[in-house]
T-cell receptor, first 110, second 116 residues
Framework: EDQVTQSPEALRLQEGESSSLNCSYTVSGLRGLFWYRQDPGKGPEFLFT???AGEEKEKERLKATLTKKESFLHITAPKPEDSATYLC???????????FGTGTRLKVLA | GAVVSQHPSRVICKSGTSVKIECRSLDFQATTMFWYRQFPKKSLMLMAT?????????EQGVEKDKFLINHASLTLSTLTVTSAHPEDSSFYIC????????????FGPGTRLLVL
């Protein structure tokens, strides 16, 4: 069964304290892995798509990496405005549907 | 680019009434849209896949007669919660699939439904 697990569930960081969020997955043929940011009461905002092991993408303080079993979202020198829930989703081959993880709630303290 | 809107953003209704939620892709055409439901501090639960010009595909456990989906055009899908009850209160989010080499789902801002 296709599955996505994110850890940790919640993370508190001091401003400037870098860290990584994990997304482990099992899927029958990966078509794509997606990272989204969700603020309270809002819809998810697209961050990255990764397609193959070894791929990396960066945007400002965020960097996403992908292996055959997991993806990491690295946050470098975070700021309070980076506080949000970060969601990981995978898309299996042969389908348009996404399977979402339960998310990591990130809180960055000033 | 790739903006998806939802209307209304918030709705309060009485038990037994029906509520319609619209999802529009504003700057691209979407042959496929998705409807999700999200409970507090939980992840997104896919309810159904909406395909333009054809019947929606519902996930297991989702009542198709309760949650009516219509995808009448390449930019509009609607979700109607029929005979709503308090247990239908939730945050409903739609997404639209931007097709292409690097296809991605773009999400609307969500609709908060409260059934009294």
């Amino acid at each position: 069964e296709d599955q996505v697990t994110q850890s940790p569930e919640a993370l508190r960081l001091q401003e400037g304290e870098s860290s990584s969020l994990n997304c482990s997955y099992t899927v029958s043929g990966l078509r794509g892995l997606f990272w989204y940011r969700q603020d309270p009461g809002k819809g998810p905002e697209f961050l990255f798509t990764l397609y193959s092991a070894g791929e990396e993408k960066e945007k400002e303080r965020l960097k996403a990496t992908l292996t055959k079993k997991e993806s990491f979202l690295h946050i470098t020198a975070p700021k309070p405005e980076d506080s949000a829930t970060y969601l990981c989703a995978v898309q299996a081959s042969g389908t348009y549907k996404y399977i979402f993880g339960t998310g990591t709630r990130l809180k960055v303290l000033a | 680019g790739a903006v998806v809107s939802q209307h209304p953003s918030r709705v309060i209704c009485k038990s037994g009434t029906s509520v319609k939620i619209e999802c529009r892709s504003l700057d691209f055409q979407a042959t496929t849209m998705f409807w999700y439901r999200q409970f507090p501090k939980k992840s997104l639960m896919l309810m159904a896949t909406s395909n333009e010009g054809s019947k929606a595909t519902y996930e297991q456990g989702v009542e198709k007669d309760k949650f009516l989906i219509n995808h009448a055009s390449l930019t509009l899908s609607t979700l109607t919660v029929t005979s709503a009850h308090p247990e239908d209160s939730s945050f409903y989010i739609c997404s639209a699939r931007l097709a292409g080499v690097q296809e991605t789902q773009y999400f609307g801002p969500g609709t908060r439904l409260l059934v009294l």
